[in-house]
């Protein structure tokens, strides 16, 4: 598979120093053109980011790697009528970069939600559960649930199915929470800003905070009940009903025999590809 790290200054460092992820061989290229019958596949970007760990992020030898990485690199073995290059950039400039068909697909742990549905198209076969809760510093005692949070700086990503969340709670209760958007560090300006105490919570999932303790010391814990238990998919443009239908059957496949479990649980720490 192709991989191409873009946009970046790590990128062009990697490059540089012959240290970054490199297309697939003349002998990858031309195993999935004789699996298509001798007709060239056709190529289909699939935009990610780097700053979510063990999802979507750079490891120490400068490939990116990851759980959604991983999962459409075994989809694109699936499929031999397509070859996927991976384009990473901010979480904040996916949605925008599919709609300006700059990428004909986002692998970046995406929720449905009603905004998104009405500009966009999903994939059917959900590939992990994403259950979302309060999140605060280890030595808070005072924020238990979702309602803790009425007059406190929560800080999310700005195009966040959490961000989505606390503006829906917002509508009903009188602008409540005080929403704080994480800038371009993205995953690391939200440690940053609870563990000095700029703001008070965050909202994200038990395996993205087991993560972020033991890569960044963040200090962090889950709180109260799951505020959603979303399933994750992929999301698309509306004309891409081809390729959707195509994805959803290769992640059946990889579910049937078990492929994807062993995914979840060597990234996530657990299988995560199953409802709790």
Known sequence: ??????????????????????????????????????VKPKKIIVGTGTQFANICFIDDKGNLTGYDVELVKEIDKRLPEYEFEFKTMDFANLLLSLETKKIDFIAHQMEVNKERQEKFLFNDEAYNIFPNKVVVHKDRNDINSIDDLKGKKVIVGATSNASVLLQDYNKTHNDAINIVYSGSGGTNDVIAQLKAGRVDATISTQFAVDQRNESADAQQKTVGPAISNSKVYFILRKDEEELKAKIDEAIKSIKKDGTLSKLSTKWLGADYTVSE
């Not at 120093?17 to 298509?36: E, I, L, R, Y």
């Open 1 to 38: 598979m192709k991989k191409t790290i873009a946009a970046s200054v790590l990128a062009l460092v990697l490059l540089a120093s012959g240290c970054g992820t490199a297309p697939a061989s003349k002998d990858a290229a031309s195993d999935k053109t004789a699996a298509a019958g001798a």
